[in-house]
């Protein structure tokens, strides 16, 4: 069973340019998750997608951060303009969005903000 | 509001010793689940293993094994005989059906040949 897809793998860019990170999860998996991982922490959730409406996205920068999951499947995720605070990890994530489901993380976009 | 505190952030040890991990949590949900994920150098999270609020039994999976303890809020993990292919980045991470996964700031394992 393939696994989460994530693209690109790693991404420099500069302060207050743009970028957009694109995932695919599981084949069936209803719910998709984005989580920011800085340097030294624990992922924090951006945005929960359950099929392709938004059930969480209280923690989304929404000046500068937008996401969308057309079709109920991908998704991507966008930031613009970006900040230096914005380096970081961006980690998909999919469920089959029972309670207490496992969730099975992509190898994440790593962005880098000079 | 729902909370994971790993207390260790960084522990090295030498192969083959045992070593545990901590996991404190704090939540006010009756129903809740407890995770345990790695992250190892390629970045990718995987899972190690559930448990649900009701579930207070002790689980041994090889050489990892988890005791969870709801009188003192902790759900540690422990290594036994460590490898060096156990280094990695371990996060333990708290869910409810009200709030999505939580994570703790993760421990970083090396394990010294």
């Known amino acids: 069973e393939a696994g989460v897809a994530q693209s690109p793998r790693y991404k420099i860019i500069e302060k207050r340019q743009s970028v957009a990170f694109w995932c695919n999860p599981i084949s069936g998996h209803a719910t998709l998750y984005w989580y920011q991982q800085i340097l030294g922490q624990g992922p924090k959730l951006l945005i929960q997608f359950q099929n392709n409406g938004v059930v969480d996205d209280s923690q989304l920068p929404k000046d500068r951060f937008s996401a969308e999951r057309l079709k109920g499947v991908d998704s991507t995720l966008k930031i613009q303009p970006a900040k230096l605070e914005d380096s970081a990890v961006y980690l998909c994530a999919s469920s089959l969005g029972l309670a207490g489901g496992e969730l099975f993380f992509g190898e994440g976009s790593r962005l880098t903000v000079l | 509001a729902q909370k994971v505190t790993q207390a260790q952030t960084e522990i090295s040890v030498v192969e083959k010793e045992d070593v545990t991990l901590d996991c404190v949590y704090e939540t006010r949900d009756t129903t809740y689940y407890l995770f345990w994920y790695k992250q190892p150098p390629s970045g990718e999270l995987v899972f190690l293993i559930r448990?649900?609020?009701?579930?207070?039994q002790n689980e041994i999976s090889g050489r990892y094994s988890w005791n969870f303890q709801k009188s003192t809020s902790s759900f540690n993990f422990t290594i036994t005989a460590s490898q060096v292919v156990d280094s990695a980045v371990y996060f333990c991470?708290?869910?409810?059906?009200?709030?999505?996964?939580?994570f703790g700031k993760g421990t970083r394992l090396s394990v010294i040949a």
């Open positions: 991470a708290h869910h409810s059906g009200n709030t999505p996964l939580v």
């Open positions: 448990r649900n609020s009701f579930d207070e």
